[in-house]
Structures are given as structure tokens and as C-alpha cells.
């Protein structure tokens, strides 16, 4: 009797485009025909008690892959720690948490800046001359984000495109937190890391709130969630052909620590204001006594809470 394992036709791998995952020949190739990097941003945080922490990564890591097999390209290591808790996100977490406990993998605006700053550093040093970064995070993060690389962008010949997920659908699909945009993504990619028939709201002591979970949430489907991820891939497409169609010509240079250490010096002394290190225009004030009332005006090493150096 077979125990079966050799009737079994041979599993078909998909396509390796994870600079991980690659052997050197393979990267070099792939480079050599697409010489654009794909970066996904995400991190863990409350996306209510129905649905994984790590919606936000998946959905970067799952638009970065299948963009890359689709439209060529290497896909850099996932940064999985996002800024959170300063600025805006204070607010909202006293909105939508309160004071219970809530698991996020926080990074201050200026180690997440910082870090990817050198990871377009390292991408360029790689050899890349695109990156196409995808935030699974929203909210105003990209906007710092943009404001970066387009300083790095300025003094080296990498050409940088960076997308909030939902920025990829404006107009025809509306971007929310844990709600029926979300959750029809994650249904579509991890079915198994949702589980909608649990109750919105916790039931642990202090387990009050729902946890960050959207009012639509229910709505959501898998089928929903392909609409919008394909729409998602077919807007990356065209920034691969746009950005494919500009790097002719452009020369390498290796980027020194020391000129990665001016472009950041420079960033910062910029008069604008960051973006994640304040409230939103017109949002209401954190409350006096909020455990995250310290992050609504955030002022880290290098940088003011104006965007100003101190
Ligand atoms: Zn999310």
C-alpha cells in the first residue's frame, strides 16, 4: 500500500522574489530585469478581536509579492514596526481603545525615519535604482515617509515611490481601520487569521472596547477584499512602468554612511512640521489623565515636534 506521498504531484513553488529567498545568481538576474525593490511597512496593532495584529503587514507583504511576481522586481525584508502613539495616533488610540491594554509594536517617528532612510540607503548601495514602498499602514505616516525620500531622492539617483495602501484605490474604494476595507483584504489573503463570528467587543476584564474594530466590519468578504487587492496590484503595475520607464541612465554611485548622515541632517532642519509627531489639524486634544497623552506632542532625539532640530 502507498502511503500516498508518491502519488502526490510535486507542489508548485511560487515564484522567489524575497531578497531572503534568493541565491545571489537569482537576485542578480531578477535586478538586472527589474531593477526596482519592493519595501512593505506594517507592524502589529488592534484590528479588534476579530482579526490578527498583523493585518496591516500582511497586506503589504502580500501586495509587494504578488506586484513583484506580476511585475518584476526584488522584495526587500518587511520593516514590521511602524511609528504609532505619537501624534494623531494618541488621540485615536483614547477613541478607539481607551485605557486598556493594547499590544502595538510602536517605533518613534525619528528610528522609524531613520531606519528608512538607511534602507533606501542600502537598497541604492544594492544596486536597486527604484524602490516602490507599501505601507499597510495609514493614517499620515506616508506623508513623513514621502517627505524622506523625496530628500534622498534629491541627492541620490534612486527614484522613490511611497504608497499607504489605500492611496493605491483613492476614489474608488475607501480606506478605513478594521472595517469592511480591511477585513475584506485580510479575508482574502489569511482567511484563517479573521474570525467574524466572535463577539466586537471583548470580554476580558477592562475588555470594554471593540478593540479598534470598524462599524462595517461585518460587511466584509473575501470576495470584497480581491476587488480591492486586485485593484490595489493594478495601480502598483502602473507605478512599475512609470518608475521603470524614468531610471535609464541613471548613475551608480555608492551612497557613503557620512552622505546618508547629511541627507538626515538636512530633513530634519526642515521647517516642515511632521506629521506623525502631532495632532491633526482640528483633532479634539487627548485627555489630561490618558495614558497617551505624553505621545500627542512628540519631540525625539534629532528632531522637534515641529520637525524642527532642537
Ligand atoms: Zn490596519
Same mark, same amino acid.
Given at each position: 500500500?502507498?502511503?500516498?506521498?508518491?502519488?502526490?504531484?510535486?507542489?508548485?513553488?511560487?515564484?522567489?522574489?524575497?531578497?531572503?529567498?534568493?541565491?545571489?545568481?537569482?537576485?542578480?538576474?531578477?535586478?538586472?530585469?527589474?531593477?526596482?525593490?519592493?519595501?512593505?511597512?506594517?507592524?502589529?496593532?488592534?484590528?479588534?478581536?476579530?482579526?490578527?495584529?498583523?493585518?496591516?503587514?500582511?497586506?503589504?507583504?502580500?501586495?509587494?509579492?504578488?506586484?513583484?511576481?506580476?511585475?518584476?522586481?526584488?522584495?526587500?525584508?518587511?520593516?514590521?514596526?511602524?511609528?504609532?502613539?505619537?501624534?494623531?495616533?494618541?488621540?485615536?488610540?483614547?477613541?478607539?481603545? @481607551?485605557? +486598556?491594554? %493594547? #499590544?502595538?509594536?510602536?517605533?518613534?517617528?525619528? $528610528?522609524? =525615519?531613520?531606519?528608512? /532612510?538607511?534602507? *533606501?540607503?542600502?537598497?541604492?548601495?544594492?544596486?536597486?535604482?527604484?524602490?516602490?514602498?507599501?505601507?499597510?499602514?495609514?493614517?499620515?505616516?506616508?506623508?513623513?515617509?514621502?517627505?524622506?525620500?523625496?530628500?534622498?531622492?534629491?541627492?541620490?539617483?534612486?527614484?522613490?515611490?511611497?504608497?499607504?495602501?489605500?492611496?493605491?484605490?483613492?476614489?474608488?474604494?475607501?480606506?478605513?481601520?478594521?472595517?469592511?476595507?480591511?477585513?475584506?483584504?485580510?479575508?482574502?489573503?489569511?482567511?484563517?487569521?479573521?474570525?467574524?463570528?466572535?463577539?466586537?467587543?471583548?470580554?476580558?476584564?477592562?475588555?470594554?472596547?471593540?478593540?479598534?474594530? @470598524?462599524? +462595517?466590519? %461585518? #460587511?466584509?468578504?473575501?470576495?470584497?477584499?480581491? $476587488?480591492? =487587492?486586485?485593484?490595489? /496590484?493594478?495601480? *502598483?503595475?502602473?507605478?512599475?512602468?512609470?518608475?521603470?520607464?524614468?531610471?535609464?541612465?541613471?548613475?551608480?554611485?555608492?551612497?557613503?554612511?557620512?552622505?546618508?548622515?547629511?541627507?538626515?541632517?538636512?530633513?530634519?532642519?526642515?521647517?516642515?512640521?511632521?506629521?506623525?509627531?502631532?495632532?491633526?489639524?482640528?483633532?479634539?486634544?487627548?485627555?489630561?489623565?490618558?495614558?497617551?497623552?505624553?505621545?500627542?506632542?512628540?519631540?525625539?532625539?534629532?528632531?522637534?515636534?515641529?520637525?524642527?532640530?532642537?
Amino acid at each position: 500500500m502507498s502511503d500516498g506521498s508518491g502519488s502526490r504531484p510535486p507542489q508548485r513553488q511560487p515564484e522567489q522574489v524575497r531578497w531572503a529567498e534568493l541565491l545571489p545568481r537569482e537576485l542578480r538576474l531578477r535586478r538586472a530585469a527589474c531593477p526596482i525593490a519592493w519595501l512593505p511597512l506594517g507592524l502589529c496593532e488592534p484590528h479588534g478581536y476579530v482579526a490578527a495584529f498583523g493585518l496591516d503587514t500582511i497586506k503589504a507583504d502580500w501586495l509587494c509579492d504578488e506586484g513583484a511576481r506580476r511585475f518584476g522586481g526584488v522584495v526587500a525584508p518587511t520593516q514590521g514596526w511602524h511609528i504609532h502613539e505619537t501624534g494623531y495616533h494618541a488621540r485615536w488610540l483614547e477613541e478607539v481603545i @481607551g485605557e +486598556d491594554e %493594547a #499590544e502595538i509594536g510602536t517605533l518613534p517617528p525619528d $528610528i522609524l =525615519l531613520r531606519t528608512f /532612510l538607511y534602507q *533606501l540607503r542600502a537598497l541604492a548601495n544594492a544596486g536597486f535604482r527604484g524602490v516602490i514602498a507599501v505601507t499597510g499602514h495609514a493614517g499620515g505616516n506616508q506623508v513623513d515617509l514621502r517627505r524622506l525620500a523625496a530628500a534622498f531622492s534629491a541627492r541620490v539617483p534612486l527614484a522613490v515611490e511611497v504608497y499607504a495602501d489605500p492611496e493605491l484605490v483613492s476614489g474608488r474604494y475607501d480606506g478605513d481601520h478594521a472595517g469592511k476595507f480591511e477585513i475584506s483584504q485580510l479575508l482574502a489573503i489569511r482567511p484563517d487569521l479573521v474570525d467574524l463570528s466572535r463577539p466586537p467587543r471583548g470580554d476580558g476584564p477592562g475588555a470594554g472596547s471593540r478593540f479598534a474594530l @470598524g462599524g +462595517d466590519a %461585518a #460587511e466584509a468578504t473575501a470576495d470584497h477584499g480581491r $476587488i480591492i =487587492l486586485e485593484a490595489q /496590484l493594478a495601480s *502598483l503595475g502602473e507605478s512599475v512602468r512609470r518608475m521603470s520607464a524614468s531610471l535609464a541612465g541613471a548613475a551608480v554611485t555608492r551612497v557613503s554612511l557620512s552622505k546618508a548622515e547629511e541627507i538626515w541632517a538636512s530633513f530634519a532642519s526642515e521647517p516642515l512640521p511632521l506629521v506623525t509627531a502631532n495632532p491633526l489639524p482640528g483633532q479634539p486634544p487627548v485627555s489630561a489623565t490618558s495614558k497617551w497623552k505624553p505621545g500627542e506632542r512628540w519631540a525625539g532625539p534629532g528632531i522637534d515636534s515641529a520637525g524642527q532640530r532642537p
